[in-house]
């Protein structure tokens, strides 16, 4: 995932899929989506027509995913529902927005569609690319977790609106969602709020009670990553460059490619580090290294792959 015109770069990936009914066309005109698995209180059909109303004027106040599909490929119709089901699970922290690129030629053209599922995100209506192809769940969560940290470092923290009504009673969409863990409470409140150092501290101090949370510490890394990555030098990619054992210029690059969304750079850059040093710089950077895996998610493919590397790096 990939940023233009914003003034900190920040982030945003992974399992088989059942096929479900293919979702109807896009309708246009703002209404919400219907059929196949693809509706829910968060879910638009946005035409030619509506496109600046329903996306760009939305994404002021919170972020909109936008879905390039069509009914005649079968990879849309199993990633549409993956999206609808996160969109409801994610209660407004994005709208989606699904685009039938056969129904709409010159606005996938325009967006330069090559082919679909298509996704990507705008914040305050600057295109991020997200990923192309059908993912699994976990794929789509991790890259959706990457673009509201994103949104968060950028200080877009609104929620979006419902746009229509719940899943017709029976669809897998309108199975009830668990009620958020208020032990969380705190710290996501204090993310929603920008309070970056509210949020590190209520972190920690869920971990201090309960070193083992994997949720808590996730969040822990990647607010931190966000901190980390407000004010970077100008010259930070040139004084790495010229001194590839200046760790912290590595690891600060790493940061911002993460943020960026250049997951295998910020992962190849920390391991060359660790192979170009050793003792403590070495095992700073290791560090650094596994708390960026924190960040994108145990499962996803990069860190598994980047794991090996690792292991291999330091054996």
């Known amino acids: 995932m990939s940023q233009s015109n914003f003034s900190r770069p920040g982030a945003i990936d992974l399992s088989s899929l059942r096929k479900p009914a293919a979702p109807p066309p896009g309708s246009g005109g703002g209404a919400p989506a219907g059929g196949g698995g693809a509706s829910g209180s968060y879910v638009l059909n946005v ?18 995913v936008v879905e390039f599909w ?16 996160l969109s409801t699970e994610y209660a407004g922290k994005f709208l989606l927005a699904r685009i039938d690129v056969d129904a709409n030629p010159q606005l996938a053209q325009a967006v330069g569609v090559q082919s679909v599922p298509l996704v990507i995100a705008v914040l305050r209506g600057q295109v991020v690319p997200l990923f192309q192809g059908t993912l699994g769940e976990p794929e789509v969560r991790g890259y959706l977790d990457q673009l509201l940290t994103v949104a968060v470092a950028n200080g877009i923290t609104g929620r979006a609106d419902p746009v229509g009504p719940a899943a017709p009673s029976g669809s897998v969409e309108d199975e009830e969602e668990p009620p958020p863990n208020p032990r969380y409470e705190k710290a996501e409140n204090a993310v929603g709020a920008g309070d970056l150092d509210g949020a590190i501290a209520a972190y920690e101090e869920l971990l201090k009670e309960t070193p083992g949370d994997a949720e808590a510490k996730s969040g822990l890394a990647r607010v931190q990553l966000v901190k980390r990555t407000q004010d970077v030098p100008a ?11 200046d760790i912290e210029a590595q690891q600060l690059v790493a940061d911002v490619d993460l943020m960026g969304g250049h997951v295998d750079d910020a992962f190849n850059r920390l391991i060359s580090t660790i192979q170009a040093t050793s003792g403590d710089e070495r095992n700073e950077v290791r560090l650094h290294l596994l708390e960026l895996f924190e960040v994108v998610g145990a499962d996803d493919d990069r860190v598994i792959k980047a794991r090996r590397r690792l292991m291999a790096a330091l054996f």
Do not use: H, K, Y
């Open 235 to 245: 010259d930070l990619r040139t004084r790495a460059a010229d001194n590839p054992t």
């Open 70 to 85: 069509s009914p005649r490929s079968e990879a849309s119709i199993a990633l549409g529902p993956v999206l609808a089901q």
């Open 47 to 64: 035409s030619e027509a509506t496109f600046q109303s329903d996306v760009i004027e939305r994404s002021i106040q919170s972020p909109v």
